[in-house]
Protein backbone atom coordinates (compact mmCIF):
# COMPACT_ATOMS: atom_id res chain seq x y z
CA UNK A 1 0.00 0.00 0.00
CA UNK A 2 1.55 3.24 -0.76
CA UNK A 3 0.29 7.01 -0.06
CA UNK A 4 -1.31 8.81 -2.56
CA UNK A 5 -0.98 12.79 -2.18
CA UNK A 6 -3.94 14.41 -4.32
CA UNK A 7 -4.87 17.96 -4.79
CA UNK A 8 -7.90 19.02 -2.72
CA UNK A 9 -9.91 19.04 -5.68
CA UNK A 10 -9.54 15.12 -6.02
CA UNK A 11 -10.18 14.92 -2.38
CA UNK A 12 -13.38 16.62 -2.69
CA UNK A 13 -14.24 14.56 -5.90
CA UNK A 14 -14.15 11.77 -3.43
CA UNK A 15 -15.95 12.99 -0.75
CA UNK A 16 -18.94 13.55 -3.31
CA UNK A 17 -18.46 10.49 -4.58
CA UNK A 18 -19.28 8.96 -1.89
CA UNK A 19 -21.65 10.97 -0.47
CA UNK A 20 -23.41 10.17 -3.63
CA UNK A 21 -22.90 6.14 -2.97
CA UNK A 22 -24.10 6.83 0.25
CA UNK A 23 -27.64 8.36 -0.51
CA UNK A 24 -27.81 5.70 -2.92
CA UNK A 25 -28.45 2.97 -0.08
CA UNK A 26 -28.69 5.17 2.85
CA UNK A 27 -31.08 3.00 4.94
CA UNK A 28 -29.08 0.02 4.05
CA UNK A 29 -25.55 1.59 4.91
CA UNK A 30 -26.59 2.97 8.50
CA UNK A 31 -28.18 0.35 9.37
CA UNK A 32 -24.93 -2.06 8.41
CA UNK A 33 -22.38 0.81 10.27
CA UNK A 34 -24.89 0.72 13.18
CA UNK A 35 -25.02 -3.52 13.17
CA UNK A 36 -21.32 -3.18 13.10
CA UNK A 37 -21.10 -0.59 16.02
CA UNK A 38 -23.55 -3.09 18.14
CA UNK A 39 -21.63 -6.09 17.20
CA UNK A 40 -18.38 -4.32 18.71
CA UNK A 41 -20.23 -3.23 22.10
CA UNK A 42 -21.68 -6.83 22.40
CA UNK A 43 -17.90 -8.22 22.25
CA UNK A 44 -16.60 -4.91 24.27
CA UNK A 45 -18.91 -6.67 27.34
CA UNK A 46 -17.08 -9.46 27.53
CA UNK A 47 -13.93 -8.63 29.74
CA UNK A 48 -10.55 -8.40 28.28
CA UNK A 49 -10.60 -10.32 25.69
CA UNK A 50 -13.85 -8.83 23.96
CA UNK A 51 -12.35 -5.71 23.23
CA UNK A 52 -9.22 -7.55 22.07
CA UNK A 53 -11.42 -9.98 19.68
CA UNK A 54 -13.32 -6.85 18.34
CA UNK A 55 -10.38 -4.96 17.23
CA UNK A 56 -8.88 -7.98 16.09
CA UNK A 57 -12.42 -7.98 13.67
CA UNK A 58 -11.71 -4.48 13.17
CA UNK A 59 -9.56 -5.05 9.52
CA UNK A 60 -12.10 -7.43 8.54
CA UNK A 61 -15.19 -5.62 9.13
CA UNK A 62 -13.89 -2.31 7.96
CA UNK A 63 -13.31 -4.24 5.02
CA UNK A 64 -16.81 -5.25 5.10
CA UNK A 65 -17.87 -1.87 5.23
CA UNK A 66 -15.97 -0.77 2.18
CA UNK A 67 -17.45 -3.98 0.18
CA UNK A 68 -20.82 -2.34 1.22
CA UNK A 69 -20.23 1.06 0.31
CA UNK A 70 -19.32 -0.16 -3.34
CA UNK A 71 -22.10 -2.42 -3.87
CA UNK A 72 -24.22 0.37 -2.97
CA UNK A 73 -22.54 2.46 -5.70
CA UNK A 74 -22.89 0.13 -8.06
CA UNK A 75 -27.00 -0.05 -7.15
CA UNK A 76 -26.85 -3.42 -5.10
CA UNK A 77 -28.55 -3.29 -1.52
CA UNK A 78 -25.58 -4.47 0.89
CA UNK A 79 -26.82 -7.24 2.85
CA UNK A 80 -25.47 -8.11 6.62
CA UNK A 81 -23.13 -10.71 5.58
CA UNK A 82 -21.48 -8.55 3.93
CA UNK A 83 -19.65 -7.24 6.36
CA UNK A 84 -17.99 -10.74 7.07
CA UNK A 85 -16.94 -10.73 3.40
CA UNK A 86 -13.34 -10.32 3.97
CA UNK A 87 -13.41 -13.60 5.76
CA UNK A 88 -15.60 -15.95 3.23
CA UNK A 89 -13.05 -14.23 0.49
CA UNK A 90 -10.80 -16.75 0.69
CA UNK A 91 -8.38 -18.55 2.60
CA UNK A 92 -4.94 -16.11 1.79
CA UNK A 93 -7.66 -13.10 2.42
CA UNK A 94 -8.77 -14.60 5.81
CA UNK A 95 -5.43 -15.02 7.05
CA UNK A 96 -4.13 -11.67 6.08
CA UNK A 97 -7.04 -10.06 7.85
CA UNK A 98 -6.56 -12.31 10.80
CA UNK A 99 -2.95 -11.41 10.83
CA UNK A 100 -3.63 -7.71 10.23
CA UNK A 101 -6.46 -7.65 13.19
CA UNK A 102 -3.52 -9.74 15.65
CA UNK A 103 -1.82 -6.70 14.81
CA UNK A 104 -3.98 -4.62 15.78
CA UNK A 105 -4.90 -6.65 19.05
CA UNK A 106 -1.09 -6.15 19.97
CA UNK A 107 -0.60 -2.91 19.05
CA UNK A 108 -3.66 -2.13 21.61
CA UNK A 109 -2.33 -4.26 24.26
CA UNK A 110 1.11 -2.42 23.99
CA UNK A 111 -0.94 0.60 24.37
CA UNK A 112 -3.00 -0.02 27.22
CA UNK A 113 0.61 -1.54 29.01
CA UNK A 114 2.21 1.69 28.28
CA UNK A 115 -0.63 4.16 29.97
CA UNK A 116 -0.28 0.96 32.88
CA UNK A 117 2.85 2.75 33.19
CA UNK A 118 1.80 6.35 33.37
CA UNK A 119 -1.49 5.63 35.26
CA UNK A 120 -0.87 2.62 37.44
CA UNK A 121 -3.19 0.67 35.11
CA UNK A 122 -6.45 3.00 36.02
CA UNK A 123 -6.95 3.29 32.68
CA UNK A 124 -6.69 -0.31 31.14
CA UNK A 125 -8.47 -1.45 34.30
CA UNK A 126 -11.66 0.32 33.32
CA UNK A 127 -11.37 -0.10 29.65
CA UNK A 128 -10.28 -3.75 29.59
CA UNK A 129 -12.45 -5.30 32.61
CA UNK A 130 -15.43 -3.00 32.43
CA UNK A 131 -14.45 -1.83 35.64
CA UNK A 132 -16.55 1.31 36.96
CA UNK A 133 -15.22 4.57 38.98
CA UNK A 134 -16.47 5.14 42.47
CA UNK A 135 -16.72 8.76 44.12
CA UNK A 136 -13.30 8.42 45.47
CA UNK A 137 -11.56 6.94 42.48
CA UNK A 138 -12.69 9.41 40.36
CA UNK A 139 -12.30 12.38 42.94
CA UNK A 140 -8.67 11.46 43.27
CA UNK A 141 -8.22 11.44 39.05
CA UNK A 142 -9.61 14.99 38.91
CA UNK A 143 -7.20 16.11 41.81
CA UNK A 144 -4.10 14.30 40.30
CA UNK A 145 -5.00 15.71 37.10
CA UNK A 146 -5.27 12.42 35.19
CA UNK A 147 -8.74 12.74 34.36
CA UNK A 148 -10.68 16.35 33.23
CA UNK A 149 -14.08 15.04 33.74
CA UNK A 150 -15.36 11.60 34.89
CA UNK A 151 -18.33 9.39 33.87
CA UNK A 152 -20.63 7.33 35.83
CA UNK A 153 -22.73 5.06 33.53
CA UNK A 154 -24.60 2.58 35.44
CA UNK A 155 -24.32 4.35 38.28
CA UNK A 156 -26.29 7.33 37.56
CA UNK A 157 -29.11 4.59 35.80
CA UNK A 158 -29.70 3.13 39.62
CA UNK A 159 -29.15 6.12 41.06
CA UNK A 160 -31.09 9.32 39.26
CA UNK A 161 -29.55 11.58 42.18
CA UNK A 162 -26.40 10.61 42.34
CA UNK A 163 -24.79 13.95 42.50
CA UNK A 164 -26.49 14.05 46.34
CA UNK A 165 -25.52 10.74 47.37
CA UNK A 166 -21.91 11.95 46.60
CA UNK A 167 -22.47 14.72 48.47
CA UNK A 168 -24.24 13.31 51.51
CA UNK A 169 -21.76 9.69 51.41
CA UNK A 170 -25.16 7.96 50.99
CA UNK A 171 -24.95 4.47 50.37
CA UNK A 172 -25.70 4.15 45.89
CA UNK A 173 -28.33 1.73 44.66
CA UNK A 174 -26.87 -1.57 42.61
CA UNK A 175 -27.20 -1.61 38.84
CA UNK A 176 -29.34 -4.23 37.83
CA UNK A 177 -27.37 -5.29 34.66
CA UNK A 178 -30.61 -7.62 33.45
CA UNK A 179 -32.32 -4.64 32.80
CA UNK A 180 -29.33 -2.56 30.61
CA UNK A 181 -31.38 -2.08 26.88
CA UNK A 182 -34.19 -3.68 28.00
CA UNK A 183 -37.35 -2.24 26.55
CA UNK A 184 -39.53 -0.51 28.92
CA UNK A 185 -39.13 0.93 32.41
CA UNK A 186 -37.53 -1.65 34.47
CA UNK A 187 -34.22 -0.75 35.56
CA UNK A 188 -34.58 2.88 34.11
CA UNK A 189 -37.01 4.83 36.07
CA UNK A 190 -37.78 2.78 39.30
CA UNK A 191 -34.76 2.98 41.58
CA UNK A 192 -35.88 5.05 44.43
CA UNK A 193 -34.25 8.11 45.24
CA UNK A 194 -32.41 9.11 48.76
CA UNK A 195 -36.19 10.41 49.49
CA UNK A 196 -37.56 7.06 48.75
CA UNK A 197 -39.68 7.78 45.46
CA UNK A 198 -38.82 6.63 42.24
CA UNK A 199 -38.18 8.41 39.26
Not at 114 to 143: I, M, N, P, T
Request: proline residues 5%.
Amino acid sequence: MKLRVVSARTGMLWVRLGMKAFFKQPLALVGLFLLFMACVSVLSIVPVLGNVLALALLPAATLGLIEASRMAADGKFPMPRVLASALTAGKSTRQAMLVLGGWYAVAFLGVMAVSALVDGGDFARLYLVGGSLDQKAAEAALAEGRADATVFGGAFLANPDLPERFRQSAALNTPDKNTFYAPGAAGYTDYPFLSGTTA
